[in-house]
């Protein structure tokens, strides 16, 4: 298998350019509720150092650190520097317009000229009120869409992701969650009892991780976790990235 954007030239630490060194988060969620009770612009501001030093640059910091020990088992693709989403909501099409959101997300992409919602990622972290973590590819449309329907209904490739799904089922990962939208029938052109119906029926494509220990939020140790569970999703994700190049 061939990489998919060229040999890599840079450690992964070089090409994001942040000093890591995670040491834990400020607490396993407080803040968060508090943000919650106090969704206005005076009460964030006054706890702005709080967010930017106990969670907004541990996150950098800790996404850095993953991607740095990740990047060797991506051998057939290349990994871009991480992403930190911004603490701002969007509310221009929400009828809910609390300005802040209630958790600090961010992802490591696979290198690729596409939408970043259209990228697979090898790790989704999401905490606050709530702790999410997954891989994988989010959302698929147009012709990445039908690459991905075509590697289906391959009978190799098409095989070789079942394995890859069951693989991760068996280590406690979930298969039904990270997804945009899930089809109510096969689509157009595909025989409806093809043994891979569900798999055509998603326009998105992830697992989810299991359940970090809440004690691990507030310790470098949550590096290790992340690691571990990280490299398991790697087949998948670089399954997703040559199917749907």
Known sequence: MAKASGAKTKSAKAKTGVVGGFEGFLDEGKFWKALGKNQDRDWF?????EFEDGWNQPMKALLHDVQVKIDAAY???????????????????????????????????????????????????????????AAGLYMMDGPVLARYRAAVVDEKRGKELTQILTRLERAGFGTGTMHHDI?????????????????????????????PPKSLLTSKKLTAWLVEHAKKAVPLVEWLVFATA
Do not use: W
């Open 45 to 49: 501001m006054s706890h702005k150092t």
């Open 75 to 133: 051998q057939h693709c290349d990994l871009d520097p991480p992403k930190v989403f911004r603490i701002f909501r969007d509310v221009r099409f929400s009828k809910d317009k609390t300005p802040y959101k209630t958790h600090i997300a961010g992802m490591i992409p696979v290198k690729r000229n596409a939408n970043v919602m259209e990228t697979p990622v090898a790790l989704y972290f999401h905490v606050g009120l709530e702790t999410a973590v």
């Open 183 to 211: 089809l109510k029938k096969v689509p157009k052109g595909f025989d409806p009892e093809h043994p891979r119906a569900e798999l055509l029926k998603r326009k998105g494509l992830g697992v989810s991780f299991p359940a």
